[in-house]
């Protein structure tokens, strides 16, 4: 392949299995801004139109304040991981649940995007067919549903509102297209009205300016076969169509064709010169100045006389409100395909989206700061010119999807304040799939036992592999395209009180046919465990087992586990630090390794545990057991640490070993516990 400069901040380099793993927090911060990133090895170009929906605050706080009793939705999926994206402090988001609910919708199946072989070249038809399908998924669900959370103050979710056909999405991105149809053989003239949720812009095969691309996108004649009910027969008829009401969001879709490529040739912007050295900031400077083909703001208005729509493109905003004259549109987000013929795979989809100087979608607009534009690419988050927003090189940067959104509407209603829609009913009112046996592993809470901000309950989780890990070639290396995937199998939570009652034992219920290996070993899960119809235990819904962690993390409880990290991100879920403590580090010396749970009870406790599989009952007791023998020991300091180097001194002596835990090295730490 012909190779070119781009700037490095649009490359799609591969993501590192650190980032993966969360041993570290990428934390990104621009003029005391604390912007989200999103990753993710499944179907990764997704999230550029997730970060997209993330920044329009009608959706952001929809979202989040509507809770549905139905398993599959998006909806409340979204909810999640936008509640998740707000908390994350900086620390990079997977949108595990909602791709895997995503990928359980026969109808999202059907539309042919989560094909294994899928390849980088049909990004852009990809994208557009994702967004079609959630913006109609999440207005069925809207339309349809009745929320659990029935105080909801928005209109759009209750029950009154079916009727209208009302949603959320129609309120944001709703528009009305009128088709007339006039039969050339019996001049009768029909009119139907349809609503639409975008448009797709039409290219010409030769260089045009974007206000006629998209005035003749959205007004259109030819001529063609329709149906003629006068007639009683298809008939060749004159066909015009016309945009009547405007949408508050505009989306335009870019479709990818030969057409498109080579109009996107023809429509360049030249900035070769511009970055012939490879130096970003002679782009950066005087950016606003450089020539353009997208703008940034638009003027929408319907010509009476002709019945079209008409359209004036400026190539800044700042002097540019709305009048009688039209409506006002600003760019908000534009969705890329960025060609990189040096990484892997060679195209990805990167968003530029207009943040708010607050850094985040729910604060109110201040008007004394300009938005600027960030440039997300899965785990990188940077400021970028405005020139780089809209540049166009049909060698490595094309327009996927353009939101253009409207100035001053006085169509949108208020957002009311997000409300949390997830109750303590997720604990108590909930029937199990399976019919479990009558001796339940786990006791339920009672109404005077629902946690209180510090109170204190031991969790673990047992998983399964859905999949194996994949590798690629490139050069010299061999590449993790994506790593091994795991499902949530089981978790287990105790009280920190009554004898650290189990009052949670969920098995996960997953088609046992896309489990590719229990780890029984480790997880101490057998096939038919998660199975309702076999399962004797009590398995429930991932998203009502998620629901409880919820509720408890929202009520301030502190989870006390082993290797908590690695449980809530096969959770995907996110727990403030504060609320979390994990004896894999209370037992731990920096550049050593970490202490197994089974290593730490032998020691400190005395108690085998894992002898012959893991159960996370016994395992979350025993972490909740070490943390209590760790306030006993952890004073004074210097003795603490005595003991931990001692403990990690016998470790390495014995290769960390329980069954070699006897003898003079079980009586130099029994030596040392007694000074305490």
């Known amino acids: 392949q012909t190779l070119y400069w781009i700037p490095q901040i649009f490359f799609g380099e591969m993501l590192s299995l650190v980032y993966y793993s969360h041993t570290s927090s990428l934390l990104f911060f621009f003029e005391d801004l604390l912007l989200i990133t999103l990753f993710s090895f499944l179907f990764r170009y997704i999230n550029s139109l997730l970060q997209t929906l993330y920044w329009i605050p009608q959706i952001h706080a929809f979202c989040q304040s509507i809770l549905y009793r ?4 998006i909806t409340d999926e979204l909810g999640f991981l936008f509640r998740t994206m707000d908390l994350a402090s900086g620390t990079p988001c997977e949108p595990r649940n909602f791709l895997t609910t995503l990928q359980k919708m026969p109808t999202a199946q059907n539309i042919g995007i989560f094909e294994e072989d899928v390849t980088e070249t049909s990004y852009p038809k990809l994208i557009e067919k994702v967004q079609a399908y959630l913006l109609d998924r999440i207005h069925k669900e809207c339309t349809t549903l009745n929320p659990v959370n029935k105080n909801t103050k928005w209109p759009q979710a209750k029950e009154i509102k079916k009727k209208t056909n009302n949603s959320i999405i129609d309120d944001v991105f709703g528009s009305t297209m009128k088709t007339v149809n006039n039969c050339m053989h019996c001049k009768n003239a029909t009119q139907i009205s349809t609503r639409h949720l975008s448009y797709n812009l039409s290219f010409p095969s030769t260089p045009s300016s974007f206000a006629t691309v998209l005035r003749n996108s959205l007004s259109t004649a030819s001529n063609t076969h329709a149906w003629c009910e006068n007639c009683g027969s298809f008939q060749m008829s004159h066909q015009r169509k016309e945009v009547t009401t405007l949408p508050n969001i505009l989306v335009l879709n870019c479709p990818s ?7 996107w040739e023809s429509v360049s912007d030249d900035a070769s010169a511009l970055w012939a050295d490879g130096n970003r900031n002679n782009m950066i400077d005087n950016a606003d100045s450089r020539p353009h083909w997208i703008p940034f703001t638009i003027q929408l208005s319907h010509d009476s006389k002709t019945e079209k729509m008409q359209v004036k493109e400026f190539s800044s905003n700042k002097s540019v409100t709305s009048t009688s004259e039209g409506t006002v549109y600003v760019l908000t987000s534009v969705i890329s395909c960025v060609t990189d013929w040096a990484s892997v795979p060679n195209r990805h989809l990167v968003s530029q989206i207009r943040v708010k100087p607050s850094g985040h979608p729910m604060t109110k607009d201040d008007k004394s700061q300009d938005p600027g534009w960030y440039l997300f690419n899965d785990y990188q988050v940077l400021p970028i010119s405005q020139f780089e927003a809209v540049h166009v090189d049909h060698k490595w940067k ?7 959104t409207q100035l001053n509407s006085t169509s949108l209603k208020p957002i009311p304040p997000i409300t949390n829609p997830v109750g303590d009913f997720s604990l108590f009112h909930e029937r199990p799939l399976s019919k479990p046996s009558t001796d339940l592993s786990f006791k339920p809470l009672t109404i005077d036992e629902i946690p209180k901000p510090g109170t204190l309950v031991a969790i673990d989780t047992e ?17 993790v395209i994506r790593p091994m995937q795991f499902s949530l199998a089981r978790v287990s939570v105790l009280r920190s009180w009554d004898n650290f009652e189990p009052f949670i034992d969920d098995y996960i219920s997953i088609d046992e046919s896309t489990i590719q290996d229990y780890l029984t070993q480790y997880s101490g899960v057998h096939s038919g465990d998660l199975d309702p119809t076999r399962s004797k235990h009590y398995v429930t819904t991932l998203k009502q087992a998620c629901l409880k962690l919820r509720y408890l993390a929202d009520q301030g409880t502190i989870f006390v586990g082993h290797g908590l990290q690695s449980d809530f991100t096969i959770i995907n879920m996110f727990v403030p630090k504060e609320q979390i403590i994990d004896t ?7 550049g050593n390794r970490r202490i197994s749970l089974k290593f730490l009870a032998i020691t400190l406790l005395n108690v085998n545990i894992q002898a012959e599989t893991h159960d996370s009952i016994e395992d979350a007791k025993t972490a909740l057991l070490l943390y209590y023998r760790y306030l006993e020991l952890k004073d004074p300091v210097e003795e603490f640490e005595d003991l931990l180097r001692l403990i990690y001194e016998v470790g390495q002596a014995i290769e960390w070993k329980v069954e070699l835990y006897t003898g003079h090295v079980k009586e130099l ?7 305490f």
């Open 257 to 263: 064709s030969q057409m498109s490529e080579d109009f």
């Open 584 to 590: 894999v580090d209370l037992y731990y010396i920096e």
């Open 70 to 73: 139905e398993e599959l939705t």
């Open 669 to 675: 730490i029994d030596e040392k516990l007694k000074q």
């Open 398 to 404: 094309v327009p996927c999807i353009l939101y253009y």
């Open 463 to 479: 998983y399964v592999r859905t999949s194996e890990e994949v590798l690629r070639n490139q050069g010299q290396r061999r590449v």
